[in-house]
């Protein structure tokens, strides 16, 4: 699947949507069929992967301001991805933590929650 590399609100959506995807929902947990991705993998790699973790969810971040969004939301975005980074620097704790506190999909809520006001014509129907 290629991703678009427009500008435009539609291409914005479906790149932050696979990026979400891909940080928190890319495997699932054989047994216990709980979602995860490389957000939570990287993650175990100490200190190194919390700033890779941070870069990406960081990216997320830029994309909703090259949309336009308000500084509240982008605040709201940051405080998310400070937060999960914080969280990743404790040992153990930031690792289970990981699985309860997911900013990317938080962000996403919100970069949604724009566009669909906005930009009703990115709403993608599932089904």
Same mark, same amino acid.
């Given at each position: 699947?290629?991703?678009?590399? @427009? &500008? !435009? /609100?539609?291409?914005?959506?479906?790149? +932050?949507?696979? $990026?979400? $995807?891909? =940080?928190?929902?890319?495997?699932?947990? /054989?047994?216990?069929?709980?979602?995860?991705?490389? #957000?939570? %993998?990287?993650?175990?790699?100490? +200190? *190194? @992967?919390?700033?890779? &973790?941070?870069?990406?969810?960081?990216?997320?971040?830029?994309?909703?301001?090259?949309? @336009? $969004?308000?500084?509240?939301? %982008?605040?709201? $975005?940051?405080?998310?991805?400070?937060?999960?980074?914080?969280?990743?620097?404790? /040992?153990? +704790?930031? !690792?289970?933590? #990981?699985?309860?506190?997911?900013?990317? &999909?938080?962000?996403?809520? *919100?970069?949604?929650?724009?566009? !669909?006001?906005?930009?009703?014509?990115?709403?993608? =129907?599932? @089904?």
């Amino acid at each position: 699947m290629s991703l678009p590399t @427009g &500008t !435009d /609100p539609a291409s914005v959506r479906a790149r +932050v949507e696979a $990026m979400e $995807m891909l =940080l928190e929902r890319s495997f699932r947990v /054989p047994g216990v069929n709980v979602p995860i991705g490389l #957000d939570a %993998l990287i993650g175990l790699v100490p +200190v *190194i @992967g919390d700033f890779i &973790t941070t870069a990406l969810g960081a990216y997320i971040v830029w994309e909703a301001r090259n949309l @336009g $969004m308000s500084k509240w939301q %982008l605040t709201r $975005m940051g405080t998310n991805v400070a937060f999960d980074t914080l969280l990743g620097l404790v /040992p153990l +704790v930031g !690792d289970a933590a #990981d699985f309860v506190f997911r900013s990317n &999909t938080r962000n996403l809520r *919100i970069i949604k929650k724009h566009l !669909d006001k906005h930009h009703p014509e990115t709403r993608v =129907l599932e @089904g």
